[in-house]
């Protein structure tokens, strides 16, 4: 079965900085590659997703991922942090047209003044 | 629209009661899902449903029960609560196989 790795439970950026939250998955099939993000006490929304095609894929909110077969990885980046960023961030993975999607274990991010 | 609404919001439980989690989409969606969310873990399948009438196991489905009478509703059953089941429900629907999924704001049950 599919798997993820979120490395890095918590990630502490300043106000301005580069934002990196990184993701590695497991898949014996073409993937399927999401990001959600989480603001407290709600549900999941959708980043971006990565099925097929160009392998950088911009979302929204300015965050944008690359998709690395050869290094199984699909890190979420952002140029410049804001406050409002401060949430928790899951990448998750779906085996082609498995319905069974994987989730990490999420990443919780911080952004100080 | 309202995407996914989920009921009840919160719930506390002694062990061995019984509830039900109501989940409702209104984007005609086929598929939908049931997770739980726990510190650390991300979220976990429990259960999921391919259309009207149909339930499949997901990830960790020991101690709970689905059913999909209508398209639109998904509930999600505690036959009998243990405290291991202390968690955050959420519940997501979705057009496409493997698609964006569309999530509830969640329900936060403590079984004590």
């Known amino acids: 079965a599919q798997s993820v790795t979120q490395l890095g439970s918590h990630v502490s950026v300043s106000e301005g900085a580069l934002v990196l939250l990184r993701c590695n998955y497991s898949s014996s099939v073409p993937p399927y590659l999401f990001w959600y993000v989480q603001y407290p006490n709600q549900g999941l929304q959708l980043l971006l997703k990565y099925t097929t095609g160009a392998t950088l894929v911009k979302g929204i909110n300015g965050f944008e991922a690359e998709f690395k077969k050869s290094e199984t990885s699909f890190h979420l980046t952002k140029p410049s942090a804001h406050m409002s960023d401060a949430a928790e961030y899951f990448c998750a993975v779906s085996a082609g047209n498995n319905n069974d999607m994987r989730f990490g274990a999420g990443t919780r991010l911080t952004v100080k003044p | 629209n309202a995407g996914v609404t989920q009921t009840p919001k919160f719930r506390v439980l002694k062990t061995g009661q019984s509830m039900t989690l109501l989940c409702a989409q209104d984007?005609?969606?086929?598929?939908m899902y049931w997770y739980r969310q726990d510190p650390g873990m991300g979220l976990r399948l429990i259960h999921y449903s391919v259309g009207e009438g149909t339930t499949a196991k997901g990830e960790v489905p020991d101690g709970y029960n689905v059913s999909r009478l209508k398209k639109q509703n998904f509930l999600l059953g505690l036959e009998s609560a243990a405290p291991s089941q202390t968690s955050v429900y959420f519940c997501?629907?979705?057009?496409?196989?493997?698609?964006?999924?569309?999530f509830g704001p969640g329900t936060r049950l403590t079984v004590l």
């Open positions: 984007m005609n969606h086929e598929y």
């Open positions: 997501a629907s979705s057009y496409l196989l493997a698609g964006e999924q569309f």
